[in-house]
């Protein structure tokens, strides 16, 4: 962690000195988020496609103080969104050098450094948390306890001599060890019903209670969670009186338009090859179409995670053909995306029934997105020249042993081209590969829409009149 400036004051009677006053975490970030806005700075840096539905109302949310739930299907963005609320703390903020739950120098909760503050006075040391450690992630599981979220008595201090009765035995949980921060849940309904109840008291009367006894810290947290639609989750839900106690129940969804779909993959994508801009296009559309099939289980989703696998499948097909033909630089062409339905059809739920045909499926939707795509980016251009060409007798091959210089030796010099490559975002100066990416999806736009034909074995595809 990066050590926190020299220049802070380190001592209780220095923070007080310096005007520091104590704000609650809400407080905190209602006045860091409205400071935010009023700069014009993004809040939520990689949050794509929820500007005008998600945030908006989530940024209500914590102006009003509010825990808050995100209901939605996998691969939403909720835990990402959860994530960057980090970046809506003061970076740095004091806390009791060496006490257990991060307690402001200026107001001490547990017993412990009450007792430290009134005999050190003004002399009680101060450290600094950044904000990076205010952020409490724990994924709900079935085996998840009481003892773990809210702690438990700890036998060895009560072997030391201290009575069960005793606040300095409990060994604390994860929710009071937040303290200041705040404390994110994913999967709610995953937790037990008996251990959400435990949950109760800390977000309303901000106590906690141990093995029959009622300790009275005034907890500051701001408890946010994740859950599946209740309709799809059939491990649990969450009680009715937890949902009661959060102040706003906030609907996520997946990107709404293509552009947002492709931005996505930009973001999350570790492209080990270039993929273009008309291939990841390709890609966004094939997985909206999946996302309104009939055939996929709509309970299930299709998460924005599948897209990102599709295109760095691709430009790992894309990068093996051109260790396999010594092109250089590795670009992904449409011959690349057969490579998708089989490696990622196990990511994907479909309806009963369909057993044995997802790969159909997969492909028919694949070819919908091409042919999508294709209509998109080059709607109006006369492409006869090149299926007149194709049909005297230019046979064009593509497969992952040829070259895309070899694909563009195969047909003679056509305006029609360099208009393909530019509505492909290619200039005719660009690299062969890159061009032969533009020709090869005209190409089997060309096919997908009955002027062309395509003959195909294991290696190699053929175009042909």
Do not use: C
């Amino acid at each position: 962690m990066t050590p926190a400036p020299e220049n802070l004051p380190r001592t209780a009677g220095e923070l007080r000195a310096a005007g520091h006053l104590p704000r609650s975490i809400k407080t905190e970030i209602h006045d860091n988020l409205l400071a935010a806005l009023r700069e014009g700075r993004n809040p939520w840096p990689g949050i794509v496609g929820f500007d005008r539905t998600v945030l908006p109302q989530f940024e209500r949310a914590l102006l009003a103080g509010h825990d808050v739930v995100l209901l939605g299907e996998r691969g939403q963005g909720k835990t990402r969104l959860l994530r960057t609320l980090a970046g809506l703390l003061d970076e740095w903020t004091p806390v009791i050098e060496g006490s257990e739950l991060a307690e402001h120098p200026l107001e001490p909760i547990t017993p412990a450094s009450r007792r430290r503050a009134a005999e050190l006075g003004d002399d009680l040391p101060v450290t600094w948390l950044h904000r990076d450690q205010r952020y409490t992630e724990k994924l709900a599981t079935p085996d998840t306890s009481v003892g773990d979220l809210i702690g438990d008595v700890d036998p060895v201090k009560v072997a030391e001599g201290r009575s069960l009765g005793d606040p300095e035995t409990i060994h604390f949980g994860l929710v009071p060890r937040a303290h200041r921060g705040i404390v994110a849940i994913n999967e709610l309904p995953d937790l037990a019903e008996r251990i959400q109840v435990a949950l109760l008291n800390v977000m309303e009367e901000r106590d906690i209670q141990i093995r029959g006894y009622t300790l009275r810290l005034p907890l500051d947290v701001l408890l946010v969670a994740t859950a599946n639609p209740e309709d799809y989750t059939n491990r649990g839900r969450i009680i009715t009186p937890l949902k009661d106690r959060f102040g706003a129940e906030i609907r996520t969804h997946y990107p709404l338009t293509v552009a947002a779909e492709v931005d996505v993959v930009r973001q999350e994508a570790n492209l080990v090859a270039e993929v273009g801009e008309p291939l990841l296009e390709v890609l966004a559309r094939f997985v909206r179409n999946l996302r309104e099939s009939t055939v996929v289980d709509q309970r299930s989703g299709v998460s924005a995670r599948f897209a990102v696998a599709a295109a760095e499948t691709v430009a790992a097909a894309a990068l093996r053909r051109a260790a396999l033909t010594g092109e250089h630089p590795a670009v992904a062409r449409p011959v690349d995306l057969e490579a998708v339905p089989a490696v990622l059809r196990g990511k994907i739920e479909f309806e009963p029934g369909e057993e044995g045909r997802e790969t159909e499926h997969l492909v028919h939707l694949l070819r919908r997105a091409v042919a999508e795509t294709a209509r998109e980016r080059f709607g109006g251009l006369n492409l006869r020249p090149l299926v007149e060409a194709v049909s005297n007798g230019h046979l064009v091959a593509t497969g992952e042993r040829v070259p895309g210089a070899d694909l563009l030796a195969a047909l003679p010099e056509l305006p029609v081209l360099h208009e393909v490559a530019e509505r492909a975002g290619v200039s005719a100066t660009d690299e062969p590969g890159r061009i032969a990416a533009a020709v090869e999806l005209a190409l089997e736009s060309l096919y997908l829409a009955r002027q062309l034909a395509k003959d195909s074995d294991d290696a190699t595809t053929v175009y042909g009149p």
